[in-house]
């Protein structure tokens, strides 16, 4: 396995697999991995074959963190990263600096970004104003260094992969988007690096994502015909609450492709929540 610390470095060695004809699949991430993480590089590593080149990125991206979140605290395992990522078969880490990614931003002469303007509107994107354009930028820079034939994304964060997946198809980049499903704990949690900020209190409680999806889920399926967003809402808005560390950032229905807020759920309709357990920031979506 290689570790890549240069985009130019990685470009070439990219460019080298494609004149062979070696297909790419890759795995963008911020590293910290967990087994969510590695369904991706599995799933990357089926689209490609034995033949084929997996790279994985880690990369903590300063532009899609607001001046008050979590990015100088978030977690990392160089060391551990490495031992996951050698033992799924990854061909390539690819772990630039920030001075690498982003050359001259500081001095201010780093003035290009990508910003998806439909689908970003609501969910992540209302509640974190600056976020989608850091991760259509980085994603879009990664891109051209990595060139990937596939690139595997989690459903688990469903807005960023739909929003990578439309910014693919307006900017034309040759390649393939996957997503990949969530991944969870024995009891429901879906995986997640940020897990690792919660108390063992915090973290019984944070179980209660799971608990409303599957609510909603039963609640849909009881009725066999469709609720009214509002009402479901306050109900789970009231599940969620019996937890005292839990509080509320947004519970929305949504229609899984165009991401538009639905005024009635039924089956096949998205749901998203986030969810503050403690000073922990969790997000949870899936179909009801
Ligand atoms: P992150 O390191 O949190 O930026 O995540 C990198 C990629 O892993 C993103 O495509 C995430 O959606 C995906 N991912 C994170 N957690 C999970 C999970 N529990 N199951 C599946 N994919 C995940």
């Not at 570790?3 to 297909?23: D, E, F, Y």
């Not at 990263?81 to 002469?109: I, S, W």
Request: aromatic share 8%; with cysteine; glycine share 6%.
């Amino acid at each position: 396995m290689r570790i890549v610390r240069l985009p130019a470095a990685m470009q070439r060695i990219a460019l080298q697999w494609k004149r062979s004809g070696c297909p790419i699949g890759f795995v963008p991430t911020m590293g910290f991995l967990h087994e969510g993480h590695l369904s991706l590089v599995r799933a990357a590593r089926r689209r490609v074959g034995p033949a084929g080149a997996v790279v994985v990125s880690i990369y903590v991206n300063p532009t899609q963190f607001a001046p008050t979140e979590d990015l100088s605290r978030y977690p990392r395992d160089w060391k551990e990263d490495l031992r996951l990522c050698r033992r799924e078969g990854v061909d390539v880490v690819f772990a630039p600096t920030d001075a690498a990614m982003y050359a001259g931003r500081d001095a201010g002469d780093y003035s290009t970004y990508v910003a998806e303007e439909q689908l970003t509107r609501g969910l992540e994107g209302a509640a974190r104003p600056t976020h989608f354009r850091g991760v259509t930028t980085i994603v879009a820079k990664l891109f051209n260094v990595v060139l990937p034939d596939v690139a595997v994304f989690g459903a688990k964060d469903w807005q960023q992969a739909a929003v990578v997946r439309r910014m693919v198809a307006d900017l034309n980049f040759p390649l393939k988007v996957v997503v990949a499903p969530t991944h969870r704990e024995p009891d429901g949690l879906a995986m997640s690096s940020r897990n690792v900020y919660l108390s063992a209190e915090e973290r019984a409680q944070a179980v209660v994502l799971w608990r409303a999806l599957q609510q909603a889920r039963a609640e849909v399926k009881a009725t066999g015909k469709s609720l009214r967003a509002d009402a479901l809402r306050a109900r789970l808005t009231a599940l969620i609450g019996t937890q005292p560390a839990a509080r509320i950032d947004y519970v929305e229905f949504f229609d899984p492709d165009t991401m538009v807020p639905v005024d009635r759920v039924s089956r096949g309709t998205q749901l998203a929540m986030a969810v503050f357990i403690g000073k922990t920031r969790l997000i949870d979506n899936g179909k009801v």
